[in-house]
């Protein structure tokens, strides 16, 4: 989670991994992608660690409009279903199974943007015998991982018997109702899904 938690803050560009690579971190990382700016100003980036496990890191909310309309468009929709993001683009995703389970669009529209970037190198990566996946991010990021796992879990699992996933969400706040919460807790049992906070922080006890 240290070296994670520097990739949350100083990730996201070719010199700040470039600074991180030099003993500030307990592995070895390659770099292997950093998505341009998509949606309500979601970025991702993903890295390949010395053991064979993949990191794919969320961007958290950064000093635009966009990003904090993300935060603040917290309406809920259904845990399975499709959003239509431009005349040609339609998302399909299930991230949790229990009909009664409902997430944040907000999140969910950064999701769908961020999703093709993701599936392109994580498929490269399975065929190439990756199996073990860590997701994380910090703030907003964060609340991505959460949906991110989910959105995954679902789309590879079925194929993929030996995937492996496993959640640093840190300082996120809340992105489903309690029933995208226990199917989550589901997915991730046995020490896979970890939420770091600051009681002092209020952002985690929202929205």
């Known amino acids: 989670y240290a070296d994670i938690l520097n990739f949350c803050f100083k990730g996201f ?8 690579s030099k003993g500030t971190l307990h592995y070895q990382y390659k770099q292997l992608f950093i998505s341009p ?28 409009p966009e990003s904090w309309l993300a935060n603040f468009f917290s309406g809920m929709i259904a845990a399975k279903g499709n959003l239509q993001i431009n005349d040609s683009t339609n998302f399909e995703y299930t ?3 229990n009909e009664k389970a409902y997430v944040h669009v907000g999140w969910m529209l950064g999701l769908a943007h961020l999703a093709p970037y993701i599936n392109n190198c994580l498929d490269s990566l399975l065929k190439a015998g990756i199996r073990n996946v860590i997701v994380t991010g910090h703030s907003q990021g964060g609340a991505l991982s959460f949906l991110t796992t989910s959105y995954l879990y679902y789309k590879y699992k079925a194929v993929y018997k030996d995937l492996q996933f496993k959640t640093y969400a840190s300082a996120a706040p809340k992105p489903g109702n309690l029933f995208y919460a226990y199917d989550f807790d589901f997915i991730t049992a046995n020490g896979f899904g970890f ?3 600051n009681s002092e922080d209020w952002v985690p006890e929202s929205p």
């Not at 700016?37 to 635009?64: F, H, P, S, W």
Request: with cysteine; aromatic share 4%.
């Open 13 to 20: 560009s070719d010199t700040g991994f470039a600074k991180l």
């Open 37 to 64: 700016e998509v949606g309500l100003r979601n970025k991702c980036e993903m890295y390949l660690r010395n053991d064979n496990t993949a990191i794919i890191n969320l961007r958290g909310t950064v000093a635009q």
């Open 95 to 97: 991230v949790a199974q």
């Open 195 to 197: 939420r770091i906070i």
